[in-house]
C-alpha cells in the first residue's frame, strides 16, 4: 500500500528529474467549457469521505446533468496506489485529496496534467502547483482539542510544544506518520524552526507516550469520549466533535509574541494524465472553486475557502485573526525527503 516515506524512498527520487520534464512539457487539459458541452462519465478518485463529496457532486450535477459521476472514496494513500498501478492505463479523471503532500508525490511521478483553473488568478500563489499540476481548495489549521470534562480552559496547552510537558504524559492523541495532514506540520514546522527543533519536538511527543492513530477522525472521538484529555488535528475535526454533542474546546496554538504561529494545510485536487473526461474534470475543479463550491466546504465541513470573499461558517473562527506561520505551503510539500529523513530518524510511528 501505498505510503509517502516509504514510496519516496524507493521510486520517487529516482524518477524525480524525469517526471519534473514530463510535468513541464505536459499540456492543459481541455477548459470548461459549457454546460451543454460537458457531458460523459466522470471518474473521480477522491480522499474526501463519500458523505463530504457527495454534496458537491450533486450540487455540480445539477448545473451538468449530462456529465454521469462515478465515485471511489479511500484514503489518500489507497487511492494513490491505485493511480500509480494505473498510470499506464488511467481509470481515473480526477484526484481530490484532503492534503497536499499525496498530490504533489503524484505530481512528481508524472500521474497528473497540467489544468489551469478559471479561479487561478483570484486564488492565493500557494495553492497554484508547480505547472498547474494540482490546485489547493481549502485550507486546514492545525489546532489543539481537549475535552472539557478534564481539561479547563485555563490548563489547554496553549503551544504544540506544550505537547512534550510531562504533565501530559500518556494523555494526548495525534495522527501518525503515514498521515498526510502530520506530514504536512512536519514539512511546515522544519521549514519554520528548522530540522533540529523539528525532530526534538518529535522525540518529544514520543517520549510523553502520545498515541498516534491512523487518521484524526479517530483522535478526535477518542478526546470527546474522554479516552484522552488533548488532541492534535485539523481545526475542523473540532466543530464536526462539537456538532456530535461532546464536550471539547479548540486552542489555535502559538499565538502573540515570540510564538511561531499556527500551522496550516491545504487540500487539493488535480486532473488525472491521460484521463478519459478531461474536459469534465476541469468542469469539476472549477466548480470546486467557485462560489457555490467554496461555499459547500465552508457550510459542511467547516473549511476555510480558498477563494477570496466566500463566507466562513459563523461558528469557525476566520484566519485573518491568528498569527500565521511564514511558510509557503507549496513550497515546503517539494522537500519530501527531508521531512522522511526525520519522520525515520526520530522513529515517529
Request: proline residues 6%; contains cysteine; negative net charge.
Amino acid at each position: 500500500m501505498f505510503t509517502v516515506p516509504s514510496f519516496t524512498r524507493s521510486t520517487l527520487f529516482v524518477m524525480l528529474a524525469l517526471s519534473m520534464v514530463l510535468a513541464a512539457c505536459a499540456p492543459n487539459a481541455q477548459p470548461a467549457a459549457s454546460a451543454d458541452e460537458v457531458s460523459g462519465q466522470l471518474v473521480i478518485y477522491s480522499g474526501r469521505s463519500e458523505p463530504l463529496i457527495q454534496p458537491v457532486i450533486d450540487a455540480f450535477r445539477a448545473q451538468y446533468p449530462n456529465v454521469e459521476v462515478l465515485l471511489k472514496s479511500g484514503s489518500n494513500s489507497q487511492l494513490a496506489n491505485g493511480l500509480l498501478e494505473e498510470k499506464a492505463n488511467p481509470q481515473a479523471d480526477l484526484f481530490i485529496t484532503t492534503e497536499i503532500f499525496t498530490i504533489q508525490a503524484m505530481a512528481k511521478e508524472g500521474v497528473l496534467q497540467s489544468y489551469r483553473p478559471a479561479a487561478a488568478d483570484q486564488l492565493p500563489a500557494e495553492a497554484l502547483g508547480d505547472n498547474n499540476l494540482w490546485v489547493g481548495l481549502t485550507r486546514r489549521a492545525r489546532v489543539i482539542i481537549y475535552n472539557t470534562d478534564l481539561v479547563s480552559p485555563e490548563e489547554a496547552p496553549q503551544s504544540i510544544f506544550d505537547l512534550t510537558d510531562p504533565k501530559w504524559k500518556g494523555q494526548i492523541a495525534a495522527a501518525g506518520s503515514t498521515n498526510g495532514g502530520m506530514q504536512a506540520h512536519i514539512a511546515v514546522l522544519e521549514k519554520a524552526i528548522g530540522a533540529e527543533k523539528t525532530e526534538a519536538w518529535l522525540a518529544g511527543l514520543i517520549a510523553n507516550d502520545v498515541t498516534f492513530f491512523g487518521g484524526h477522525t479517530d483522535v478526535r472521538k477518542a478526546v470527546g469520549a474522554g479516552e484522552f484529555k488533548i488532541g492534535l488535528v485539523n481545526h475542523y475535526y473540532y466543530y464536526l466533535q462539537v456538532a456530535e454533542g461532546s464536550p471539547v474546546g479548540i486552542v489555535f496554538p502559538d499565538q502573540g509574541e515570540g510564538y511561531i504561529g499556527l500551522a496550516s494545510n491545504l487540500t487539493g485536487a488535480g486532473v488525472v494524465n491521460g484521463a478519459k473526461n478531461p474536459t469534465a474534470a476541469g468542469a469539476f475543479i472549477d466548480f470546486l472553486l467557485s462560489t457555490e463550491g467554496q461555499k459547500l466546504f465552508a457550510e459542511a465541513n467547516y473549511e476555510y475557502p480558498v477563494l477570496p470573499g466566500v463566507a466562513l461558517h459563523p461558528d469557525v473562527q476566520p484566519l485573518d485573526g491568528f498569527r500565521l506561520m511564514d511558510v509557503n505551503l507549496r513550497d515546503v510539500t517539494l522537500e519530501l525527503d527531508t521531512v522522511f529523513a526525520i519522520i525515520e530518524k526520530v522513529g515517529l510511528p
